[in-house]
């Protein structure tokens, strides 16, 4: 019995150390300059990435490939732009392009 309470004491504290941990080594960043950098640059960076992945497949000799790839990226740009929303702009992209491929020109 005395092993099964050291197991189970074992695994609460373990527990307890990873749910704490994130606001334990979070706290030094709050003054630092770094987390207001992250904070204005990752979501461009991270754009750039899903970008950059989502077209590398793209068979730009095939109109079939652009044009729903075209269209995505186009209205993404636009959505964002008048709302400054990046879920709806990846939603309405996203929308358009699985739309396009699977109806239009049905791949």
Do not use: C, K
């Amino acid at each position: 019995m005395s092993h099964l309470l050291a197991v189970v004491a074992v695994a609460a504290a373990i527990t307890w150390a990873l749910r704490a941990a994130p606001f334990a080594l979070l706290a030094p960043l709050r003054e630092s300059s770094l987390l207001p950098y992250l904070a204005q640059r990752m979501p461009v960076g991270i754009l750039v990435i899903l970008t950059v992945f989502s077209l590398r497949h793209v068979d730009l000799l095939a109109a079939a490939s652009v044009v729903p790839a075209a269209a995505g990226l186009v209205l993404t740009t636009l959505v964002h732009l008048w709302r400054q929303n990046m879920a709806l702009s990846l939603i309405v992209g996203s929308g358009t392009y699985i739309g396009l491929m699977s109806t239009v020109f049905n791949l």
